[in-house]
Every structure is written in C-alpha cells, then in structure tokens.
C-alpha cells in the first residue's frame, strides 16, 4: 500500500501516537489520542481499526478502557511519510 493512499486522519493518529511515545510496549489511552485531534469520534473509531486491520497500530484493553500503541511497521510508516514530506521540500 503507497504511502500517499493514507488519509489525512491515519497520518495525524500515527504521528500523535508517536509524539506521545507510544510505541512497542508503551501505549496511551484510546481517549488522550482523541483528545488531540478535532475528528469526530465516529471517523477516529473507523480510522483506528483500519490501522489496527492494517497493522500499523496494536491495542491493549485494560478494565474495558482502550490503550493504542503504533507497531513496528506503524512506525516504519511514519518514517516513510516523513521521508516523503522532507523529499517534497527539497
């Protein structure tokens, strides 16, 4: 899957995701991440588990409250929309 097909929102989850250090074994409540972005919660939900089907994210369920946390190839991911962003400035 390209890079450039990501919506907007799945960028904005997983660099939130990584500014929040929320990677491997750490993770943040399903809520914080949400709170930092201005979506609907209906477009978070349906974003986040196509993140989840894709791979890019892993969740962990503690006393029925959600935690995201980005995965190895999330955080490759990222890397790669990066990569693009600084080869688009150039």
């Known amino acids: ?11 904005k989850i997983l660099s939130t ?3 929040m250090n929320a990677s491997g074994q750490k993770s943040v409540l ?11 919660t209906d477009e978070f939900a349906k974003e986040v588990e196509r993140l989840l089907a894709q791979g890019f994210l892993s969740n962990v369920t503690v006393n029925d409250v959600q935690s995201l946390s980005l995965t190895s190839l999330g955080v490759a991911i990222l890397r790669q929309i990066e ?3 600084l080869e688009e400035i150039e």
């Open 1 to 11: 899957m390209p890079v450039t097909s990501l919506p907007a929102l799945s960028e």
């Open 30 to 40: 399903e809520q914080r991440v949400r709170a930092e972005l201005s979506f609907t």
């Open 17 to 19: 995701l990584w500014k």
């Open 83 to 85: 990569e693009d962003n």
